[in-house]
């Protein structure tokens, strides 16, 4: 899958420091999404944007910030993270927002915090 | 309540069919979707399947809807050693963008 395209795709930082993580979609989609991937546990939906609105934060810790700049691009601006925050972080984007739009994934950020 | 179940692991020698199972609670769900993660990389669309419908054939793959038991199960014929992976269903329904995923479901091909 080459449609949506993450980076980094590894990531080590301290708890004090600051990175951003970047996924860029050229599958000229409208919706973009931030999941989180922990070992053992289902996908967790983070973020949604649509044409560049944020309409959904499922209860995200104020250390992550999502931003989306336009409808390719998505961000997530991370600061001050904990231990418990390492995990695959994947992006995917869909047409439009609907339960019948499929989701397209990138290969994720697979990020450690020491 | 919202949620999708799979059994965690299958073994199966190369050749045969695997069936992954998933069983889902709300019956307003309306679209049931496979998805395929290989090691290191992020989800891979495999296939999908709305409630109107009862099978969908994809190739190797097919897909069995049964929505009086909310079950699904995805049939991976002939199936090959690079078809180990993750297999997650997930459920959406027409009130809501979301959707839910099941936990996933690990295939191991034995040669």
């Known amino acids: 899958e080459t449609g949506v395209t993450q980076t980094p795709r590894h990531l080590v930082m301290g708890m004090t420091n600051k990175k951003s993580l970047k996924c860029e979609q050229h599958l000229g989609h409208n919706a973009m999404y931030w999941y989180k991937q922990s070992a053992k546990k289902p996908l967790e939906l983070m973020f949604v944007y649509n044409f560049k609105e944020q309409t959904e934060n499922n209860s995200v810790p104020s250390r992550f910030s999502p931003e989306c700049p336009n409808s390719s691009h998505l961000f997530l601006h991370l600061h001050t993270l904990q231990p418990e925050d390492s995990a695959l972080y994947l992006c995917?984007?869909?047409?439009?927002?609907?339960?019948?739009?499929?989701?397209?994934f990138g290969d994720g950020t697979r990020l450690s915090i020491l | 309540g919202e949620d999708v179940e799979q059994s965690l692991f299958l073994s199966v020698r190369e050749g045969d069919s695997s069936v992954i199972n998933c069983t889902y609670t709300d019956s307003s769900s309306t679209y049931l979707y496979w998805y395929k993660q290989e090691p290191g990389a992020g989800l891979q669309l495999l296939t999908y399947i709305f409630s109107n419908m009862d099978m969908k054939q994809d190739q190797r793959l097919t897909v069995l809807l049964n929505k009086k038991d909310k079950h699904l199960s995805l049939r991976i014929a002939d199936t090959q050693t690079g078809d180990s992976a993750i297999y997650f269903c997930?459920?959406?329904?027409?009130?809501?963008?979301?959707?839910?995923f099941g936990s996933g479901t690990r295939l191991l091909v034995r040669p």
């Open positions: 997930a459920e959406g329904m027409d009130s809501s963008y979301k959707l839910i």
């Open positions: 995917a984007s869909s047409q439009a927002m609907g339960a019948d739009e499929p989701q397209h």
